[in-house]
């Protein structure tokens, strides 16, 4: 089903004016409309009137495969599967296309994406809205390189420099052609709040995709493939990602980003969390667990506030294609600074992948499975094996079993499909 740009709003009726209604009649309304209804809704623009708009079931993003095949890279559409009606909604997106694209993160409804040229930019898909963010040349260890002399050389490429937080160089500089840099740099980038939101303002869920305490403008944190390091960079200003230098080669190469309470917080590969509260053009790091076991993932439970920590299991680490065979969870105890192994997630469900990591109460999304998680496939493999098939699928850890979201598959291989909660 083809999903129509939002029409313009019609003229309201005599004595009828959405603006009038109490925000909490327009939020009980709101909240029970899935994707297709929510976008015609979105013709009343009640988000400039100050009226809150809850995100909805997740659907996962992908580029079918029928359109890549007929359209190549130039593709255009994307497909939405929204898990709430089990359905595919096609959504053209703006240039430049979709397929010529990575996909480096998916928050707050929004997507990171990386062009031909490893520029990154914001994407909301269900509103065409798109936004750029700073060139990549102003992130740490970035040298470009022009043909010509000064600044006005066509770029021919760059020089990334492998230094860590402590300036220490593990190995030469390399040259990297600016459509092969993405594969290189972009591991995962989440965003604080909703760029689009005046308010930058969310209600309820504490510090999943659902919910946001507030925040003093957008700001994106990236982790990029220069020892997994972190930057940032603020929305709307174009000048310059920010070097986060408390991060080193040995402490800190990081595997997840979340956003909760004010504050970035980055999981190691060794399984330490460290929050990260940014002032200006600085970030002021405090290690709020110490570094215990490898896991991949971490996630709040929007129930109790938990801190979930995942471990992705593949079938067989020999193999060049990953395929899922199970998961390890585990809660994190900050007053004993330990890990405590679990083996349900009760009636929660988690969405891991090229998202930003969260976790959702089945009793709010109904179309949820509980003690399942929810995965798409971002292991590194794939940005050398763009033909490869990927892990996208539904585990329980009830049966101990994945099943597939939809068979057959419907996506082509490249961008990978994505976890995405659409907002407006």
Not at 312 to 331: A, I, M, S
Not at 388 to 414: C, K, T
Request: hydrophobic content about 35%; overall charge negative.
């Amino acid at each position: 089903m083809e999903l129509p740009p939002p029409p313009p709003p019609p003229p309201p009726a005599a004595g009828r004016d959405w603006s009038d209604l109490p925000a909490d009649m327009v939020d009980i309304v709101l909240c029970k409309l899935e994707l297709p209804d929510f976008i015609r809704a979105a013709a009343l623009d009640l988000r400039r009137r100050g009226v809150y708009s809850f995100p909805r079931t997740p659907c996962l993003l992908y580029i079918p495969a029928a359109a890549a095949a007929n359209g190549g890279s130039s593709t255009r559409s994307a497909e939405l599967y929204c898990l709430a009606d089990e359905r595919p909604y096609t959504v053209t997106l703006p240039d430049p296309p979709i397929a010529e694209r990575s996909i480096v993160g998916s928050s707050r409804g929004w997507l990171v994406t990386a062009d031909a040229r490893s520029e990154l930019h914001l994407l909301n898909p269900a509103t065409r809205e798109q936004i750029e963010l700073p060139p990549i040349a102003t992130l740490e260890q970035m040298r470009p390189i022009l043909d010509a002399a000064g600044d006005g050389g066509d770029l021919r490429g760059y020089e990334v420099s492998f230094y860590d937080g402590d300036m220490r160089e593990y190995r030469a500089p390399g040259i990297y052609r600016p459509d092969e840099l993405r594969d290189l740099l972009n591991i995962k980038a989440i965003l604080s709040c909703d760029p689009s939101s005046s308010s930058s303002r969310r209600r309820g869920g504490g510090g999943g995709e659902g919910g946001e305490d507030g925040c003093g403008g957008c700001i994106v944190l990236l982790i990029y493939h220069v020892y997994q390091q972190l930057s940032f960079a603020r929305v709307g200003d174009n000048k310059q990602w920010h070097w986060i230098t408390t991060s080193s080669y040995y402490r800190s190469p990081y595997s997840d980003i979340a956003y909760r309470d004010g504050a970035f917080y980055a999981m190691n590969l060794l399984g330490g969390i460290h929050r990260y509260d940014i002032h200006h053009s600085r970030a002021t790091r405090t290690v709020v667990l110490a570094d215990t076991l490898h896991h991949a993932y971490m996630a709040w439970t929007p129930s109790s506030g938990d801190v979930w920590r995942l471990t992705h299991l593949p079938e067989d680490e020999e193999e060049e294609e990953l395929r899922t065979v199970g998961f390890h969870v585990y809660k994190v105890d900050f007053d004993s600074q330990d890990v405590v192994p679990i083996d349900s997630l009760g009636d929660e469900a988690l969405f891991i992948g090229h998202n930003g990591t969260f976790c959702l109460s089945t009793k709010d999304y109904p179309a949820l499975l509980p003690n399942h998680v929810y995965f798409t496939d971002d292991d590194e493999y794939m940005y050398d094996s763009r033909g490869a098939r990927r892990d996208v699928g539904v585990f329980s850890l009830d049966s101990d079993s994945s099943d597939e979201i939809v068979s057959p598959q419907r996506w082509f291989n490249w961008p990978a499909p994505v976890w995405i909660m659409p907002s407006f």
